[in-house]
């Protein structure tokens, strides 16, 4: 198995606050938006990111946790799935909501969030924002509207992510399944 480094934690850093950057261009006080972190993994970027706009935009902005397990199309041809917390403790309704994940590759994933958040209303608008959008492997037509930073990958690749959260320095990695 062979590793290749995509981001160290100083270059993941500049790139957090890059996308930050874009959000406040884009959001200004973030009166009317919401950051949604997509469990598992994109609850961590979600956090990173929520810190980071109140610090810059000092406003308070409402962040929530989306589990998508059981709209996900595949759900009964997996092994026995666990879920994840879902908490989203505001409504939808007419907000623009940010939907964050680590990695953005065939877009299943972000198709059952988007059935997810229903259940919570129906949002004026919503985006995607990744860490890493892994190219020419999507399923379905999905494309983030804020990527950290695109990667072309094989099927047969994957990509790691490393937080902070676990235990580990924050490092994004490409790894050859040999």
Excluded at 90 to 102: A, Q
Excluded at 104 to 109: A, D, M, N, P, Y
Excluded at 113 to 121: R, Y
Aim: proline share 3%.
């Amino acid at each position: 198995m062979q590793k290749k480094l995509i981001l160290d934690s100083h270059l993941l850093e500049i790139t957090i606050s890059r996308l930050c950057q874009e959000l406040i261009e884009n959001h200004g006080d973030f009166e009317d938006t919401v950051l949604l972190g997509m469990q598992p993994r994109g609850i961590y970027p979600a956090e990173l990111i929520h810190l980071k706009l109140e610090k810059s935009t000092k406003k308070k902005i409402q962040l929530g946790y989306l589990d998508a397990t059981f709209h996900r199309d595949d759900f009964r041809r997996r092994e026995i799935a666990k879920a994840n917390e879902t908490r989203v403790p505001f409504s939808l309704e007419n907000k623009k909501v940010v939907l964050i994940d680590d990695v953005l590759f065939t877009g299943r994933t972000v198709r059952a969030a988007l059935d997810a958040m229903i259940s919570f209303g129906r949002p004026s608008k919503v985006e995607l924002l990744v860490i890493i959008d892994r190219k020419y492997n999507r399923d379905l037509p999905i494309a983030a509207d804020y990527v950290g930073k695109t990667v072309n990958t094989l099927a047969s690749q994957k990509v790691l992510v490393e937080w902070e959260q676990q235990g580990k320095p924050n490092k994004i990695w490409l790894i050859n399944k040999d």
